[in-house]
């Protein structure tokens, strides 16, 4: 008998194809099974099929999908939904998913290559610049640290 957990290894080994054909199958037994659609999503975005992916990652939150695997999908989904030019609806989804994991900084991240699409430009530089700010393990950012969140949103800014 087969199961997800044997999909996702599949998918894992770089055997996409042999993956969906066996989350297909699952699906007709459980198809009100979220983490089944959020794998049959994700499986869709390794083979590079996105239009297919996103009513799949949608079905998946639809259903309540929990756990990890909730802000997986929705990352799953705004940045798929990125790559289609449906940069709208990829900032409105950016956006809530940063209202619920503030924590999750991979949001903001991602939420700054939608913004940088819709020429959002300086807002875009602002969260990836206070990111490195705040993350950096590197000694030379981490020592100009305090320097590069300050510039962060004065970019614009001449200093005469």
């Not at 996702?8 to 007709?28: D, S």
């Not at 390794?46 to 929705?74: F, I, N, S």
């Not at 990352?75 to 990125?82: A, C, D, E, Q, Y």
């Not at 602002?126 to 510039?151: K, M, N, P, V």
Request: proline share 4%; net charge negative.
């Amino acid at each position: 008998m087969m199961n997800m957990q044997e999909a996702v290894a599949l998918r894992e080994q770089g055997r996409p194809e042999e993956a969906r054909a066996m989350l297909a199958e699952l699906l007709k037994q459980e198809p009100g099974n979220p983490d089944l659609w959020y794998q049959y999503a994700w499986v869709h975005d390794v083979m590079e099929l996105e239009r297919e992916a996103v009513p799949h990652y949608k079905r998946a939150l639809e259903l309540g999908l929990a756990g990890e695997a909730r802000p997986g999908a929705m990352l799953g989904l705004g940045s798929t939904l990125r790559t289609l030019g449906r940069y709208a609806e990829a900032r409105a989804l950016f956006e809530y998913a940063i209202r619920e994991y503030p924590e999750r900084r991979e949001f903001e991240t991602f939420y700054a290559m939608v913004l940088y699409n819709l020429n959002d430009h300086a807002a875009a530089m602002h969260i990836l610049l206070r990111q490195l700010a705040d993350t950096s393990r590197d000694e030379g950012i981490q020592s100009y640290g305090r320097a590069i969140g300050f510039y962060a949103d004065q970019l614009d800014r001449i200093w005469a």
